[in-house]
């Protein structure tokens, strides 16, 4: 018998589809726990980069009071006086003046990170209001279309180098397919059923022309934003996310091309382009996650609150966060195309790899992280700068302006691929 059961553990082992099994599940809990968490992590950054923008404090009233503390006495004097009596400091000296300053006198400070956390149990606690007159299936079912397509694109994201084990190689991405782009178009062009459905189900004037909008608005930037990579899949000539990555990390990243085959002729004409395809891919990417200026669909000046003005509490929730959500996958689209993805750059990421896998996929981890960061801060930048446009202002900076100029841009990059070598 324990012969028997020791020759089955054996080929267990020796069979590689456990250790695929369990890496995907790693991973799959990994990318998602990281996007919800960056989901509440964009919150956060919205108003903090909203009050630093209109020069106000932003979120700062969300801290632990002192008060809660009785046995240290009252909140005004008695626990930074008990605290620097402890330490033997001085109530008068600087680190008193510098606690005060940080209104240890007063709370213990938070910095804004306990609002989406108290956010989030607002909207959980609020009463659930459903109308009478709506299309309930529908209704209920339209939030989570909204929330689930994000989630899924986000799959194909690479947020590391592959990595070599004893039972074999680990791509750092949940599905190392060699159709990304496609995937994360294809499945996130998908929420717009749940806009469309939110809008119908409402059986409402205003929500309907919110979802109106919203599948106008985000089925032209949809080809938009397809014809504005297809540049830069001439240049890396494959689909695969990974690949791209580990092209633009030994020859320069698409918007930095400063070392490997990143400083040839070539490589520096096609950089016209290939800038043209970043500043349409990103416009595009604004508009397809409903963002300022292009938040159309939702506009309060002409539509009350558009496609989701009959919900709330967590339905309501559902469209905030696959918002949020969107936001966080077009952003590493961007950063995986046009930045490096987890490229430390200039040579690093090789450098890394010959002294130790793991640190360079830890350290490549943290510098994707970090870059999905700057552009999160560059989305609500330019949510609080720039007015709202009109809505044919929307679709005629689509139709009449990136879709000629995306078609005129392939045609430059075949030529540059062409003729200069």
Not at 11 to 24: Q, R
Not at 63 to 78: D, H, M, Y
Not at 247 to 265: C, F, I, N, R, Y
Request: aromatic share 16%.
């Amino acid at each position: 018998m324990m012969d028997t059961l020791w020759n089955w553990c054996c080929d267990v082992l020796s069979n590689p589809t456990w250790f695929y099994l369990l890496t995907t599940v790693l991973k799959l809990v990994l990318v998602f726990a990281v996007i919800l968490a960056f989901v509440v992590v964009s919150v956060w950054i919205e108003r903090r980069v909203a009050g630093w923008i209109q020069d106000r404090p932003g979120p700062n009233r969300a801290g632990l009071p002192l008060f809660l503390l009785n046995r240290f006495g009252s909140k005004e004097k008695q626990p930074l006086k008990e605290t620097l009596h402890f330490f033997g400091c001085s109530q008068d000296g600087w680190v008193a003046r510098l606690c005060r300053w940080l209104r240890f006198d007063r709370e213990i400070p938070t910095f804004g990170l306990m609002q989406p956390a108290l956010d989030g149990g607002k909207l959980f606690l609020k009463q659930e209001i459903t109308p009478s007159y709506v299309r309930k299936f529908y209704f209920i079912l339209a939030p989570m279309l909204v929330l689930g397509p994000p989630l899924v694109a986000a799959a194909v994201i690479p947020f590391s180098s592959s990595v070599s084990t004893a039972f074999g190689d680990i791509s750092m991405c949940v599905a190392n397919l060699n159709i990304g782009p496609l995937w994360v178009f294809a499945v996130s062009g998908l929420s717009v059923y749940g806009l469309t459905l939110a809008g119908w189900s409402s059986n409402s004037k205003y929500p309907f022309l919110g979802g109106m909008r919203a599948t106008a608005q985000l089925i032209s930037y949809e080809v938009a934003m397809g014809l504005s990579i297809i540049p830069l899949l001439m240049m890396f000539g494959t689909l695969n996310l990974q690949d791209i990555v580990q092209s633009q990390a030994a020859d320069g990243w698409t918007l930095l091309p400063l070392w490997g085959q990143g400083l040839s002729l070539q490589r520096w004409l096609l950089f016209i382009p290939l800038f043209l395809s970043f500043i349409m891919f990103t416009t595009c990417i604004f508009a397809e996650a409903n963002r300022t200026p292009f938040d159309m669909a939702e506009c309060e000046t002409d539509l009350v609150g558009g496609y989701h003005t009959e919900y709330s509490s967590m339905k309501f929730a559902s469209f905030f966060m696959g918002e949020y959500a969107a936001m966080v996958i077009g952003s590493a689209m961007v950063v995986t195309l046009f930045l490096g993805g987890w490229s430390i750059g200039f040579g690093a990421d090789a450098a890394l790899a010959s002294c130790c896998e793991w640190l360079a996929v830890l350290c490549q981890f943290i510098v994707f992280l970090l870059k999905l960061l700057a552009f999160i801060f560059f989305f609500v930048w330019v949510r609080w700068t720039l007015p709202r446009f009109r809505w044919d202002q929307v679709m005629r900076l689509c139709w009449l302006v990136f879709i000629e100029l995306a078609v005129a841009n392939i045609f430059l990059t075949a030529a540059i691929l062409y003729f200069v070598k």
